[in-house]
């Protein structure tokens, strides 16, 4: 075994569990200052709606809520997420919170949840709008048995010995041309035709996800902020510039793009058959997983839940189906226009893609008169208003449908940043407690993990508010 194999030969047992003992934080209002009007506003408000609230140092949870850490860890490596959470998170509230009942994630993403309450031997449930965080989520926590291993094995080799077709390949996404170098769109659609004519099933499903995660490595964007930018634009001192494409590909890729895909799938899929054989171990818990909204994910499954473990969408605008729309064009999960904005629609209502005329039933006081304190010429989209308000009309429908399935001292751990608008910001980690609270949950504690950072336009005008610009984990207690 090289050494490359031994620095991965971590069992998921050996993890660090860190303990979700914490002290209080120190008191989150303000120092006095002379303040512009909104901004006094906002702190009487914060103070108002936090004034029962119990917030935590969460400092050692600081890298544990989010994924930079993922391309290190066993399997959820498999996919690079940018959104998500650690295994360790889950262990660490699995282990402290004694979970033996079962446990459900609402937005389950590439499975950590469901990874996590697998090793634990747990039974989970998990459900996603996304078909690439549902067909990810499943192979990852798929059973693979000593012959599917082999299997795996055998597919890699075949792709090894792949040589370049004279046939053209074809496909629906009209911006393939511009988000892809020719040969290596050729390549690519070559391997998928390959990975399409495999016969076994499970081991089909680990190529093409495999597959899938080498299209950012090799195309011509990259994801980042709210969506995806040309790699061949950069930043100077004075300002973006573009580099003409066919030059900047022939400075970044090798002059045979062909065998420079196939090797980045086979170090891919490599990777992973270095996890299937060193680290998964065997598990007998095998998660259930719906491609669905989670808004009715009681339609799916009635049992009872003693544990979910979620990180919805943030409420900033982020439009997670913009960053993973190459994918889902390529990997043939939309073929049409109108397919995807569907998609778009089906999602929590987050961002203004997501907005489906559905109607705002919950009204949140504090909520409101926040809202009231945007400034309309300086907001990017008029719709942002209907955004926030959709977001947490969506997240009461949620923790309704979640109380009424949680057993009697079950908990809910929710995984959540505030963000702002126009300078003001959204508590949205407070807002949750306050909704839950009127629904009947208690709640336990709100970890403050770290604090965000904002966009230069609204950093100044934030000064004297940046406390309250953070990323925490609301705890729940049915």
């Known amino acids: 075994m090289g050494h490359t194999e031994l620095a991965y030969k971590t069992s998921f047992d050996e993890f660090e569990v860190v303990s979700i003992v ?73 282990k402290e919170l004694k979970i033996k009942g079962n446990t459900f994630d609402p937005f389950s993403g590439s499975g950590t949840t469901l990874l996590a309450s697998r090793i634990a031997d747990l039974n989970s449930f ?147 058959l270095s996890d299937l054989k060193f680290n998964y171990g065997k598990c007998d818990k095998k998660p259930n997983i719906y491609k669905g909204s989670c808004l009715e994910f009681d339609k799916y499954f009635s049992d009872e839940i003693e544990l979910t473990f979620f990180s919805p969408p943030y409420c900033n605008c982020f439009d997670y189906f913009e960053i993973h729309k190459i994918e889902l064009w390529l990997g043939e999960f939309v073929s049409e226009k109108e397919e995807f904005r569907k998609l778009r629609n089906t999602g929590f209502r987050s961002n203004t893609n997501s907005l489906n005329h559905k109607l705002i039933i919950y009204r949140n006081e504090y909520l409101e008169n926040l809202i009231s304190l945007f400034e309309p010429q300086k907001l990017w989209n008029n719709n942002i208003p209907n955004v926030v308000r959709g977001y947490f009309d969506d997240m009461y429908t949620l923790l309704n449908k979640l109380y009424r399935q949680t057993t009697k001292n079950g908990y809910i751990g929710i995984v959540v940043g505030n963000s702002a608008y126009s300078g003001v910001i959204i508590p949205t980690d407070s807002l949750i407690a306050e909704i839950a609270r009127e629904i009947g949950f208690k709640v336990k504690s709100i970890f403050v993990t770290r604090h965000l950072t904002t966009s230069s336009q609204q950093k100044q005008g934030l000064e004297y508010l940046k406390n309250y610009l953070r990323e925490s984990i609301v705890l729940l207690e049915r």
């Open 22 to 94: 914490a002290e209080p934080t120190l008191n989150y209002n303000l120092f006095e200052a002379e303040l512009e009007n909104s901004q006094a506003k906002q702190i009487k408000i914060f103070n108002k709606l936090e004034q029962s609230l119990q917030f935590y140092n969460g400092e050692s949870f600081r890298n544990q809520v989010h994924f930079q850490l993922a391309n290190q860890t066993p399997v959820q490596r498999w996919f690079p997420y940018r959104e998500g959470y650690s295994l360790k998170l889950v262990n660490a509230f699995i």
């Open 126 to 272: 998990g459900i996603d709008v996304n078909p690439i965080s549902v067909l990810v989520a499943k192979v990852e926590n798929e059973q693979y048995a000593s012959k599917d291993v082999i299997q795996v094995e055998v597919e890699l080799k075949k792709l090894k010995d792949i040589e370049k077709s004279k046939e053209i390949f074809q496909t629906s996404f009209d911006l393939a041309e511009k988000v892809f170098n020719q040969e290596i769109l050729q390549a690519l659609l070559q391997f998928k035709q390959h990975i399409k004519a495999i016969q076994h099933e499970k081991t089909k499903m680990v190529l093409f996800v495999a597959w899938l995660s080498i299209i950012e490595d090799v195309s011509n964007i990259k994801k980042e902020g709210n969506g995806i930018k040309y790699k061949n634009r950069k930043r100077t001192p004075n300002g973006y510039i573009n580099i003409e494409k066919e030059r900047w590909e022939n400075e970044k890729f090798p002059d045979n793009k062909f065998s420079f895909v196939k090797t980045n799938f086979s170090n891919r899929l490599e990777m992973i």
